[in-house]
């Protein structure tokens, strides 16, 4: 079995579950075609088979993998359609919230942005993919909550986990730490001058880049091995 490991913030023993997987398949541990046995993802993560059932029923109800009776499950990634419907959604919830963050957000909301931006920054200068994607989240995540969506940011953050099981942004993919972290300067730079149509234009022209190149990398069939030996393709 691939080596997995309990989120120690979840909410549940079902959510640990459901993020242990995905973290799992975005690490290349899971990889698709392969089929899993429940019991023993239950053994893994030491935990009983309920809360490892009701976990894998809402991944399997997002569309993250397909459960077969008395089988196990299978991954499911998502394709270049999926992908395009994804970022439609996040053009129609995110530059929107982006203009309200802008200005309607509270000095201390719009401090912690920066924080976040300063973080990503840092983290791209050293090359930390692991202190970076946190950073990433967590901006996108405050501008919405500063926009005063906190509905529209639980939704955000379970379509993001859908497009994070393609892996992370890498040079090989197009883009860089420091050139993602580029297209989320501007958004914050307007955000903090309370200019919301900037604030707005700018998110939209960041998610616009990273439809189009996450996209096109799966129509090219753009693909690196992952462990396991399976092949995958990047995201971006």
Do not use: K
């Amino acid at each position: 079995m691939p080596e997995l490991a309990l989120p120690p913030d979840a909410h549940s023993l079902a959510d640990a579950v459901a993020r242990a997987v995905r973290d799992g398949v975005a690490a290349g541990e899971l990889v698709p075609g392969t089929t899993y046995s429940v019991y023993q993802l239950a053994d893994l993560l030491g935990v009983s088979r309920s809360p490892a059932r009701e976990g894998l029923l809402r991944l399997a109800e997002a569309g993250l993998i397909e459960i077969h009776r008395n089988r196990g499950f299978r991954v499911l990634l998502p394709g270049p359609h999926d992908i395009e419907e994804i970022v439609e959604i996040r053009l129609a919830l995110e530059p929107p919230a982006a203009r309200h963050a802008a200005e309607r957000g509270t000095d201390e909301q719009h401090r912690t942005i920066r924080s976040a931006l300063e973080t990503m920054a840092a983290a791209a200068g050293r090359g930390d993919d692991a202190s970076f994607w946190p950073a990433d989240r967590a901006l996108h995540d405050l501008l919405l909550r500063a926009s005063g969506r906190h509905r529209t940011a639980a939704i955000v953050e379970r379509l993001r986990t859908t497009t994070a099981l393609l892996g992370p942004p890498t040079t090989a993919s197009g883009r860089t730490l420091p050139e993602i972290h580029a297209e989320h300067e501007p958004v914050v730079t307007a955000v903090l001058a309370r200019d919301g149509a900037a604030a707005e234009a700018a998110m939209r022209t960041h998610l616009e880049a990273t439809r189009d190149l996450l996209v096109g990398n799966l129509l090219r069939g753009s693909l690196a091995v992952a462990p396991g030996g399976v092949d995958r393709p990047r995201a971006g």
